[in-house]
């Protein structure tokens, strides 16, 4: 896969993480075959039987029960036993960030933690845009693929419709083949 297409898929994964779809990300979504497929079968099944109204009812209440109420896509959150949610350079992900020159206005932001899944995404497309596969294939090692993938494994069966379910299993089968493809070219990365 190129990194064009990498930078897509984590700009997309950014995107659906962070927030319910709005009617334009929806209607894109739905008009787009060819991305449907790559989620899922039965994601594109779905799309195809259902009015936009209904998606976007069904969307906005998985999306918010999976991501909002009874779950948190925060990478602190997940790995801290006590549940914590570690701001400013306390959280190994700003580290991260700061050592590698990425600037997060959170104050901009809809999201307030540094290590939420979406800002996590667009963490990786920023470097893939950089350039950098070392900084990739260590991010990936030390964060993305250390949580979300438990994460998303976990998080699948609560979801309703077919959509999230999908979207769980391809970001999980992406994160790990990139991944894999970014050690195959610049090797292992220490633990």
């Given amino acids: 896969m190129d ?9 997309f994964l950014s995107r659906v993480f962070t927030e319910e779809l709005d009617e334009k990300a929806l209607k894109d979504l739905y008009d787009n075959d060819a991305l449907l497929e790559t989620i899922g079968e039965e994601t594109l099944r779905w799309f195809h039987r259902s009015d936009l109204p209904t998606l976007k009812e069904a969307l906005n209440i998985d999306y918010n029960s999976l991501f909002g109420i009874n779950n948190h896509p925060i990478e602190s959150a997940v790995m801290d036993s006590k549940n914590e949610i570690l701001v400013g350079l306390q959280n190994p992900v700003m580290q991260f960030y700061f050592s590698h020159g990425y600037e ?42 250390r949580w979300i993938v438990p994460f998303l494994v976990a998080v699948k ?10 979207l769980c299993d391809f970001t999980v089968e992406f994160l790990l ?3 894999s493809r970014l050690i195959d070219e610049v090797g292992e990365i220490d633990a």
């Fill in 177 to 179: 083949s990139d991944y």
């Fill in 157 to 166: 069966p609560m979801a309703d419709t077919p959509f999230y379910r999908d």
């Fill in 104 to 145: 997060l206005n959170l104050e901009s932001s809809k999201l307030y933690v540094p290590d939420h899944a979406g800002i996590e995404f667009g963490f990786m497309q920023s470097m893939i845009g950089a350039g950098d596969k070392k900084a990739q294939a260590e991010f990936l090692h030390r964060h993305l693929v």
């Fill in 3 to 11: 990194d064009k297409t990498r930078l897509y898929i984590y700009a």
